[in-house]
């Protein structure tokens, strides 16, 4: 298993493609929590429970004060296409080329597999890891965690 990136630790910057003609860093989103969610693969039945519930559960994302960001290797078609079918209302990102380099930066990639492990960080508005956790590649992880993870991120800076 890979070796996170834990809390404490300034979030890598990255530039990553959103659709087939624009990308999105993380830079851009300095300022406002951000929620990193690498992900297997969009058409993966684990992976489409996980990123169909991160949709519900947006709005109480955003009520933190958090945005959520998807990331695999599948390609900025596949996400667009994923994206539309599923009616996905959030970034879906493709570490594609070259394969996996953010995944790796975060120690989010299964090199034996050739993709993302499923790992969830959480960043505060400073650009630094706030909470990171890696689920077994099986399980939806949910969104319990994250949730938590931000409230205390909220207590953390009052």
């Known amino acids: 298993m890979s070796q996170l990136l834990t809390p404490g630790a300034t979030a890598p910057d990255f530039r990553l493609r959103v659709t087939p003609d624009q990308d999105l860093s993380l830079s851009e989103l300095r300022g406002q929590r951000v929620i ?4 297997p693969a969009d058409w993966s039945p684990v992976c489409g429970d996980q990123i169909t519930l991160y949709n519900q559960v947006r709005p109480e994302f ?6 959520i960001l998807g990331i695999s290797v599948d390609g900025a078609w596949c996400h667009q296409a994923y994206a539309k079918h599923n009616h996905i209302h959030f970034p879906l990102l493709a570490d594609f080329h070259p394969k ?9 990639y299964r090199e034996q597999d050739g993709m993302c492990e499923r790992a969830l960080f959480v960043i505060d508005r400073k650009g630094m890891i706030f909470w990171s956790y890696l689920s077994p590649i099986a399980v939806n992880p949910g969104a319990d965690g994250i949730l938590d993870a931000l409230q205390n991120l909220e207590t953390k800076e009052e």
């Open 36 to 39: 990193l969610s690498f992900y």
């Open 62 to 67: 955003q009520n933190c004060g958090a945005e």
């Open 100 to 108: 996996g380099a953010v995944a790796q930066k975060y120690g989010a």
